[in-house]
Every structure is written in structure tokens, then in C-alpha cells.
């Protein structure tokens, strides 16, 4: 593993906070710090439409800061020394992910895998696999 810090994206499940586990055990055994990443996905809304009373920038920015005090609440409950840097981005959740861990030069991603699988893993979109294609470092998917 290179040196780089530990990326860890969540979306603060429990699965998420498994992951975070490894991922903090990770950076404790290589005395590296991590990231935490949540990624909120824009949404889409037509003001022609009048469905939404508010406008999708304000939704999103809603939905950021709701993550915001649940990534504060989660930090609150880490028990690691290590410096953890927290990060919410807004866009596709594998877009966004594989662009911090590249601008960030990341040592290893810990992500989440959902565990879907037949019929249900084909109809979604599964982020941890499209992350560990698509990463340039190691990705460690913990279940």
C-alpha cells in the first residue's frame, strides 16, 4: 500500500459504518490518516412542473447539510487518533468517489459493498464494484 491516506465514502448505513471500522484499522496499522467521504446526488426537479416547492440546488443543499451533522455525529463517535479529514461532494456517487480518491492521491479506498445479488444485483447500479474497477489504488470492499 502506498502511503496515502485512507478514503473511506460512506452513506451512513451500518454496512458504511463496518467499512469504517476496517478503515480506521487500516490507517491505525499503517499510521496513516483518512478521509471520510459522503456523496449527495443532485437532484432533479422541473420548476415547470411546480412539483417541488423548493428548487433542486436547495434540496441538495439541504440534503448536505443534513449529512453534514451526520458526519459530525459519526466523528463523534470514532475512537481513533488519527487525523480524519471529511468530505461531502455533490454528483454521481462513483463519479465522485474515484475524483476524490484521484485529487487526494489516496493510498487505499474502504467502501461498503451492499450485497446485492441475481436479479437485484443487475438492476442496480452497484457502487463498490464500478469504485473497485475504476480506482487507480487498492480498494478494499468489506461486507
Known sequence: ?????????????DTASHALSYAIEMANLYQVGFR????????????????????????????????????????AKLDSNLAVETMIRRGDAVTEILAEAEESAAGMIVIASHGRTGFSHFLHTNVAEAVANGAKCPVLVVK
Open 1 to 13: 500500500m502506498r502511503k496515502g491516506q485512507i478514503l473511506c465514502p460512506t452513506d451512513f448505513s
Open 36 to 75: 471520510l467521504l459522503h456523496v449527495v446526488e443532485q437532484p432533479v426537479g422541473d420548476e415547470n412542473y411546480q412539483i417541488l416547492a423548493i428548487t433542486p440546488d436547495e434540496l441538495a443543499k439541504s440534503m448536505e447539510d443534513a449529512a453534514a451533522e451526520k458526519m459530525k455525529s459519526l466523528l
